[in-house]
């Protein structure tokens, strides 16, 4: 696939579904203006009505909104493959919701997937 991270985000949804059903159901992707055609102005248009309905750059790839073992309610999770690092508007995404009692993980595989899950939910 061309973009591994969604590769990987996609594995990570099918996983849920059937190893982790119950937290499944507390998992929501966050919507990040894919392109959704080879036409640049089809693409500027679309990048400009997702900004008018609040999509907004730096916001986590995925989210759970159910209590962990720590007593948070929300974890944010970062998806990024290889060696990619965060932009700037991720990073202060990040302090923004830890500054707000989340959890935030950077997570680069499905084993990390499955820890964060281990650790935070059983």
């Keep these: ?10 594995s990570i ?4 579904s059937w190893k982790y059903p119950d937290i499944s159901k507390c998992c929501y992707a966050v919507n990040h203006g894919i392109k959704y055609s080879d036409n640049a102005k089809v693409n500027i248009i679309r990048a400009m009505f997702q900004k008018k309905i609040g999509v907004r750059r730096g916001i986590s790839d995925l989210f759970i909104l159910k209590k962990t073992k720590q ?6 999770i970062e998806l990024k493959a290889g060696k990619n690092k965060q932009s700037g508007e991720q990073n202060n995404f990040e302090q923004l919701s830890k500054d707000a009692g989340c959890l935030y993980y950077i997570c ?3 084993d990390e997937f499955c820890k964060i899950i ?3 939910y059983r």
């Design 108 to 110: 680069r595989s499905i």
């Design 13 to 16: 949804i099918e996983l849920l």
């Design 71 to 76: 007593g948070q309610s929300v974890v944010w």
């Design 118 to 120: 281990e650790d935070n």
């Design 1 to 10: 696939m061309k973009h591994p991270e969604t590769s990987l985000q996609i």
